[in-house]
């Protein structure tokens, strides 16, 4: 009798455990972290790494992005703030750049400090496969990861999530 009511107490349990679990490995992120010098991007919940990818960045990765058309990665701390579905690229999630700093530096170098820097997919027109594009910095300062990778972030991320981009 007692084995009875542990395989109903198990059998009942078990749905719920299985949901949990799935849920923990798609659940939103908090935070994403890139490092230009590794060219990698990371992606945290409660500060704990759920997973990192190799970015490809723009033809001139160091340093910060002063201008428009300098092929810099922007550095400092933005928000991902929309989503764009029919992006030029696969997919692409928008960085705040230039934030207030940005536009502060630009205006005293009487510059422009330009804009539309995404984390986004794939380039269309690429003959490269997409792993071998991803050992290139082909964007014009954007972050590049694969389509599948593009598609597994889109699910993570959350419009309002911090982005960090570090030297």
């Known amino acids: 009798m007692r084995f009875g009511y542990l395989f109903l107490i ?3 349990s078990f749905p719920f455990m299985a949901s949990a679990s799935s849920n923990q490995t798609h659940s939103k992120i908090d935070l994403v972290i890139v490092n230009k010098s590794e060219s990698s991007m990371s992606v945290l919940r409660d500060g704990q790494v759920i997973k ?3 970015i490809a960045m723009g033809d001139a990765p160091i340093g910060h992005k002063l201008t428009e058309g300098d092929q810099r990665t922007p550095q400092g701390r933005y928000i991902l703030d929309y989503k764009k579905s029919d992006s030029a690229f696969y997919k692409s ?3 705040s ?3 207030d ?3 502060l530096r630009a ?3 009487g510059i422009s400090p330009g804009g539309m820097i995404m984390i986004h ?3 269309p027109r690429s003959k490269m496969s997409p792993e071998e594009a991803q050992r290139y910095n082909w964007t014009n300062g954007c972050i590049a990861v694969t389509n599948k990778e593009m598609d597994e972030l889109w699910r993570m991320i959350d419009e309002g999530t911090p982005i960090e981009i570090w030297p």
Do not use: F, S, V
């Open 97 to 99: 750049y230039p934030n």
């Open 52 to 54: 990192t990818y190799a």
């Open 121 to 123: 997919g794939q380039n």
């Open 10 to 12: 198990i059998g009942l």
């Open 93 to 95: 999630i928008h960085i």
């Open 101 to 103: 700093e940005d536009k």
């Open 107 to 109: 205006k005293a170098l």
